[in-house]
């Protein structure tokens, strides 16, 4: 039984590994099961990264939201022009 | 010449995504105006080339790339910024690494960067944030701005950067550091950020 702590004691990852992960953790890009486990085992685990992660994930989030933009009323209307 | 079909069908999908090719648009002209003209112009382009779209499925990301290209050789011309020498390295044959580019940075932009504050975010507006990412160099202001403000996977911001994912994901890394770096520097200029950690004596966490 405790070769199972041993094995995910092999398996941890630091900090640069985490850093270098992190975007495509935050973008939905870790498709890797394990890779996945390994990062959010590192999080649980580390202040720093932990924090790091939410910091990015507020960031993007408020960068999104104000990207956000609306085309106006009448760039719609010059857009359905074209297929005339 | 396209049929009814495919107009109605072309039709319904620039009402569709008008609002993010806009934002886009705005993104990386950072001028009403020139946003609209762009998107326009990259409208009527992919209009009279519908046919070359085999699968409709990549609508997004074809549009995303017949904008992207009409910028990179209409518009970005008329940009009074000048040019910003990043790094004098083709970045995709860099390693796949941000140890270099730790390695390379300040003392102080370390100091903050090895202590982040989640309520840093919350000081920092959103148009301080798209402002950060319009001053990035070209390579990675694709990625940034498709990703992370368009919110593309990295396959279809492959797709319209005509690179591989791979490098979007690099290009996500270093682009992605270097707005940290942007918005530290804003922050500092702001006073936001008021005081530096000391890092002479004490190294630990
Ligand atoms: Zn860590």
Same mark, same amino acid.
């Given at each position: ?17 985490? !850093? ?12 890797? %099961? ?36 609306? %085309? ?13 | ?12 999908? !620039? ?78 044959? !860099? ?33 301080? !944030?798209?402002? %950060? ?73």
């Amino acid at each position: 039984m405790s070769n199972k702590d041993d094995k995910t004691e092999a398996e941890e990852i630091d900090c640069i590994e985490a !850093i270098n992960g992190l975007y495509q953790y935050l973008d939905g890009e870790m498709d890797d %099961a394990e890779t996945k486990q390994r990062f959010e085992h590192h999080l649980a685990h580390c202040k720093t990264c932990y924090t790091r992660t939410e910091m990015e994930k507020l960031l993007t989030q408020r960068a999104r939201d104000a990207g956000n933009k609306k %085309a106006s009323q009448a760039l719609r209307e010059r857009l359905q022009r074209v297929l005339d | 010449m396209a049929d009814e079909e495919t107009k109605s069908w072309f039709s319904e999908r !620039i009402d569709e995504y008008a609002d993010p090719l806009y934002g886009y648009s705005f993104q990386l002209t950072r001028n009403r105006t020139d946003a609209e003209d762009l998107v326009a112009d990259a409208v009527s382009k992919a209009w009279s080339g519908v046919e070359s779209l085999k699968d409709r499925r990549k609508f997004r990301s074809w549009i995303f790339r017949i904008l992207h290209n009409c910028y990179v050789s209409n518009y970005r011309k008329k940009s009074v910024r000048p040019v910003e020498v990043s790094q004098n390295v083709a970045f995709d044959e !860099i390693t796949d690494d941000l140890t270099n580019f730790l390695t390379e940075q300040s003392d102080e932009f370390l100091a903050w960067w090895g202590t982040p504050e989640r309520e840093f975010a919350n000081k920092v507006l959103g148009e301080d !944030i798209l402002e %950060a990412i319009e001053g990035l160099p070209d390579e990675f202001k694709g990625a940034v701005v498709l990703v992370t403000v368009e919110g593309l996977s990295y396959n279809e911001a492959a797709e319209v950067l005509e690179i591989s994912s791979g490098t979007v994901h690099s290009r996500m890394k270093r682009g992605r550091m270097l707005l940290q770096k942007a918005l530290w520097i804003h922050a500092t200029e702001a006073g936001l950020i008021t005081e530096t950690p000391p890092k002479e004596m004490h190294n630990e966490q």
